[in-house]
């Protein structure tokens, strides 16, 4: 089966599309009335959205010389030493190893680089003494309304 010449293309909610436009809803995106001029036969096709994805965007990717953290468990052996043999420093603090990303990209570590949440420093409560001032302007001789 080989549809001929398109003779027509309506878009959804034009005259001859609606009960397309009824069976298929938003999906539909055209109607084409095809003629193949061997056969006399008129071709109805029709014109879906199969799938919808959503946007992409390419994953986050560090500079190479970008220090990032990876988290390796005490239990995997053959990760731990891939880490050392690279050179990795352990942050206590954190509970993380430090290493490049190139080189952990190169020692295929990638899918062990975490992003480590933030410890900042809290600020006293009180890290200041409240001011005392005077509202009242019969008081305030520089002030007046």
Known sequence: MTPGDVRKTMGPGQKGTRRFLR????RLVCVRYRF???RKIRYT?????????????PPFRPRPDALVYLRVDRDDW???R???EARAWWDGERGLWRLRYDVAE?????NRIVKPKLHLPQAPRYAHRP???NRNLSENPGKSS
């Open 45 to 57: 096709t029709v014109e879906l959205v199969a799938s919808v994805a959503r946007p992409w965007a």
């Open 106 to 110: 190169r020692m295929r570590l990638r």
């Open 82 to 84: 891939k880490v050392r």
């Open 131 to 133: 001011m005392a001032t």
């Open 23 to 26: 069976d298929w809803g938003d």
């Open 36 to 38: 193949d001029p061997a």
């Open 78 to 80: 053959k990760a731990l």
